[in-house]
């Protein structure tokens, strides 16, 4: 806060307010405190002004008081990482989604939206956080494209990201997912490192152990979200990591980490959504969810709040929030109930959420409306596999509720269009279409794991590069569905034959829809119906399809240049 006369003005007003001698912008009446410090509970007020808590422990007038109706107030929660594009909505409309949840503050990559449209991707979301009700924070991406395996729709050195460093909604450098360039001390990857030496680097370690893991953290990287396993987390707890359980659409790492979360290491450990779609937040929440499900599996309230506030905002450098208490920010979330983090109402920056308050918010453009430039319609000769003589093909193994695949062999039958999809054995064909416009590229391969029976499933996010990827049993049926994603501008589909069963379109750089979340979650609903009606398994096929080109989380992916070992780092021969 700078020096100013408006600056002082403001801190005589809270002191003075905070002592009682004046009244308060707004004072929280007939609330219970609950101390992510201690556990404790405490009967009071809480008074406000501006954005900030004045006062605790006592009683207050205020210009606007509300009666919180017995009800117990915690810190606002901090998604510690996240993308705002998998939410399938834009900035502003994944704000009005999250914020009624208890989010108050979400640190994003927006590495996504770079990866489609370079700088000016981010710069849509440093205009975002400047209208968001929530707190909209913004680490810069910092590998677009993830690897030099694909084709992406920009590249980002460090000459492109280091001059908005000095915004000030950014905190540092984003997930440094390209962990094999930074333990080959790639030029590219060292040149932005180095330039963040100085501030917060986020990590992005799948697996990562032993050496590699020390010359990973040689490099000042301080928090992961990528831990799988409890002995995982507990490796990198030990040797200096902040680690962030996820639960999103497609990776839930939550039941294998929840024994992590304990008195000694809950500062230690934050939580993240990473990628989570409306679908997913109506029916479950957002992180109340979270909060809810590891104080059932044995978490005290004090570690789980606090893992979700104040652990949050030290790992991120955010030294102004994370505790209901005076001098901090007033961003509270009333509670009816502490152990099942049933949210009531929200306070963000000291103002009330409601809808009122996303009313009045200041407009934001939309960009990316021309982003699927395909060279031209594929068909279904597009996704023929020929037979290569050996009796075993790679076949990427889907494993439900995470993004590591495995890397499976199987003897498939073979047509006069080459090699087929085997439904009986749940082994569907996989492609990768090139959509930036640059070279027409179609990666070809193999899956197991959806279930399909026919047709097929397309999505225009396809991470990290995000050109569209399609999972089918016929080539019919996947030129549809791929040519219909272009037709939209960007997308999910259902398609059989030449029937398109359901689709939502994402005309914001192919990722995210210009609707609302309840007509997003509505779409997805008729999405995941007609997934099922062609046999397939998932709980959510779309997220899924959409990890399936990430060439950086093992063991076995796809991009538009062919199937990709990411063991060997290198693409299958």
Known sequence: MPNTMETRAFLERAIAAGRGEIPADLVLRNVRVFSVIDGSLTDTDVAIVGDRIVGTHGHYRGEREIDGGGRIVVPGFIDTHLHVESSLVTPLEFDRCVLPHGVTTAICDPHEIANVLGVPGIRYFLDASERTLMDLRVNLSSCVPATAFETAGARLEIEDIEPLRSHPKVIGLAEFMNFPGVLARDPGAIAKLAAFQDGHIDGHAPLLSG???????????????????????????????????????????????????????????????????????????????MIRRLIARGARPCDAYRAASWSAAVAFGLRDRGQVAPGWRADIVLLDDLEECRVHSVIAAGRPVDEDAFAARQPLQPVGLDSVRLQRPVAAEDFRIEATGSNESAVIGVVPGRIITEHLSRSLPEGEGGLQADPASDVAKVAVVERHGQNGNIGRGFVSGFGLQGGAIASSVGHDSHNICVVGCDGASMATAVNRIAELQGGFVVARGDTIMAELALPV????????????????????????????????????VAFLPLPVIPHLKITDRGMFDVDRFALLG
């Open 211 to 289: 050496l590699d893991l020390n010359g990973y953290l040689a490099a000042h990287i301080r928090t992961d979200h990528e831990a799988t396993t409890a002995e995982e987390a507990r490796e990198k707890l030990a040797k200096g990591m902040t680690i962030l359980i996820r639960e999103g659409s497609v990776s839930k790492d939550l039941e294998a980490l929840a024994e992590v979360l304990t008195p000694d290491t809950s500062s230690f450990v934050c939580l993240c959504t990473d990628d989570r779609n409306p679908l997913d937040i109506a029916e479950e929440g957002h992180l109340d969810s």
């Open 509 to 544: 750089a192919g990722l995210m829809s210009l609707a609302s979340f309840e007509e997003v979650r509505h779409a997805l609903e008729s999405l995941r119906i007609a997934a099922r009606s062609l046999g397939c398994t998932l709980p959510e096929p779309f997220l899924q």
